[in-house]
């Protein structure tokens, strides 16, 4: 099959199932690429955590933070479902800064990344990333500010005329009435953007080799894999990643290390049409075509993007 046949077939599978999306698939060793829609920003949800965990732990690395500092932490007291870790703690607690790394990132708990936030804002996280010359991800407001959004104002039945705002009001120029979905003011990112960000922590890169080695373990370590890790992980590869969720978004980024030591870099960004919180048929078409792309590149199909 052609190259523009698997990408109208993606393509296709993703509008049967009330999504449209972004994708990128990167060899990281010889950089060929299959996609569509790479450059397409969209609202981070979740994923500003791993540019977050960079930022922390290149202060960590240049001796600017202490990994085992105590943070004290307000509980958040969160009922509705959801929320991980801390953010559902109904009494204060005490966690050093590499465990909120972790609880932020493996387990994407918000108050954890909120703490971090404290320590290192979203102003000096967008500092680091233009350090480390990672362009493409904006980088603006801490989690809560985008948690706050009109689901967590509604009775459980009534979630998806949250939903159903999210999908009907957002403008051609990928604007929106709800600040965390308007790219131009939430944080934000392109497919391609995390696949760059992902070739810098799995290769050779001005990120420090300690920073790398602690956020790809953080990766591999996600436990929330329902979404694209079914379709990439098996007794012969190693799938690590990070995903994003809010109202109708649905994202996923991350490496799949082959046992015979190719690694590809997967981005699949998503919006959903439907107004329904449980959509695991289109989660499960997200990793489809995740993976058919990489099974098509790593077939050895030249780049090509749609």
Known sequence: MSVSAVVRGARELLDEAGLQGAFLVRNLDTGAEIGFDPDVPYPAASLVKVPLAVAVLERIARGELDPATPIDIVPGRITTPGPTGLSRFRHPARVAVEDLLYLSTS???????????????????????????????????????????????????????????????????????????????????????????????????????????????????????????????????????????????????????????????????????VPAVAQPGSEATMAHVARTLHDHLRAGALPWWG
């Open 107 to 273: 387990i994407s708990d918000g108050v954890a990344a909120d703490a971090l936030f404290d320590l290192t804002p979203p102003a000096a996280v967008a500092a680091e990333l233009r350090r480390l010359q990672i362009e493409g991800i904006a980088v603006r407001h801490r989690i809560s500010d985008l948690t706050d959004t009109p689901a967590e104002r509604l009775d459980p039945d009534e979630v998806h005329l949250a939903h159903s705002l999210a999908i009907g009001a957002a403008t051609p120029g990928q604007g929106h009435p709800v600040a965390q979905l308007d790219v131009t003011r939430a944080n934000a990112g392109s497919a391609r953007a995390f696949v760059d960000l992902l070739h810098a922590l799995w290769r050779p890169s001005a990120i420090h080799e300690a920073t790398a080695a602690r956020v790809r373990g953080l990766l591999a370590g996600n436990l929330l894999r329902q979404r694209l890790a079914p379709d990439f992980t098996s007794d012969a590869s190693r799938w690590s990643s990070k995903t994003g969720t809010l109202l109708h978004l649905r994202h996923e980024v991350g490496v799949v290390d082959h046992a015979d030591g190719q690694s590809y870099a997967v981005a699949a960004l998503t919006a959903s049409r």
